[in-house]
């Protein structure tokens, strides 16, 4: 019998959000990417979206652009959102609902609020994450995932403390419906004050928590992370951990996010992220000569 030993990662750094607009003019929280910190090998982009809360008619998103080489996980935690594009998808995002969309050799979209949302206003909050693609799948033909709130796995401590939501990978029993070209972890946990996790995150995977809200205690010396903060675990152990202070006056909520790095280079020209620059270059000129198909009305 082979015993595995435990060991809980450490700390490597918090990085603290910039705040940058996007689209038409949409406040963002973007730890990364930034000049000090391009990736975090497979991830390319993490970007919190509000929360805000929106005037009638002041909704605003982000018109038709191209991606390709990556794929875009958008989470959407309040408001509803509205997404088309070139292969002629088109579908809804509610509260809870998750997009996973692997752009592969390209696509053409538009993310915009729903426009009865726009029209009423109200509360927006969603999670933008770009996961890359290893070079074998980059010109993949894309493909989408679009789970609906209701088929995200949720499980609970038998105390209630912790409830986690499985967008990929697995925790506390349950397993995630949506499938990762590469092995993933995205997890969304609260923990009511007192409350601590312990999620096994094998080694060889980069491993960060983003701060929803409220704030936190993070890794073997648990180290304080809060709202808006990515804390970065160090790959020097098999498990990670994190608690909400019994002290705390809120529960903390938390993105535990994790991946195996391609370890492949990185061309990144806006949208299209691939591994040369002549790739790049094509990029640019299939995306400009109509290659990446348009979006019909
Ligand atoms: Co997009």
């Given at each position: 019998?082979t ?8 700390i ?5 959000s ?45 018109p ?11 989470y ?7 997404h ?8 809804l ?22 426009s ?10 969603g999670?933008?994450l ?11 033909a ?15 401590t ?10 990929a990978?697995?925790a ?6 949506i499938?990762t070209?590469?092995?993933?972890v995205?997890?969304h946990f ?6 601590t ?20 205690l ?13 804390v970065?675990?160090?790959q020097?152990?098999?498990?990670v ?21 391609l ?11 691939m ?8 990029a640019i ?13």
């Amino acid at each position: 019998m082979t015993v595995q030993t435990q060991t809980l990662r450490t700390i490597a750094g918090i990085i603290n959000s910039v705040e940058t607009i996007e689209g038409a003019g949409f406040l963002v929280r973007r730890p990364f990417p930034k000049s000090s910190f391009s990736e975090f090998d497979p991830f390319l982009l993490l970007d919190e979206l509000g929360p805000v809360n929106l005037k009638p008619g002041q909704a605003k998103g982000a018109p038709d652009h191209p991606h390709r080489g990556f794929e875009t996980v958008s989470y959407i935690l309040d408001g509803r959102l509205e997404h088309k594009d070139s292969e002629g998808h088109a579908g809804l995002l509610n509260p809870g609902d998750v997009q996973w969309m692997t752009a592969g050799a390209g696509v053409i979209h538009s993310e915009m609020p729903e426009s009865e949302f726009i029209r009423t206003g109200g509360k927006l909050h969603g999670i933008q994450l770009w996961v890359n693609l290893p070079q074998q799948d980059k010109m993949m033909a894309p493909r989408y995932q679009e789970i609906p709130s209701a088929q995200i796995p949720v499980a609970q401590t038998e105390n209630g403390a912790v409830t986690v939501r499985v967008i990929a990978g697995a925790a506390l029993g349950a397993t995630a419906v949506i499938e990762t070209r590469t092995p993933i972890v995205y997890l969304h946990f609260t923990l009511q004050p007192g409350a601590t996790i312990v999620q096994p995150v094998p080694k060889e995977y980069n491993a960060f928590a983003y701060v929803l809200d409220g704030s936190g205690l993070f890794g073997a010396e648990q180290e304080p992370g809060e709202d808006g903060q990515m804390v970065i675990f160090a790959q020097d152990g098999n498990e990670v951990t994190i608690a909400n202070s019994a002290e705390a006056q809120h529960p903390l909520d938390l993105l535990l996010i994790a991946g195996v790095p391609l370890n492949e280079p990185v061309v990144r020209y806006g949208p299209f992220v691939m591994n040369t620059e002549a790739e790049i270059i094509q990029a640019i000129d299939d995306y400009r000569n109509g290659r990446m198909g348009h979006i019909h009305a």
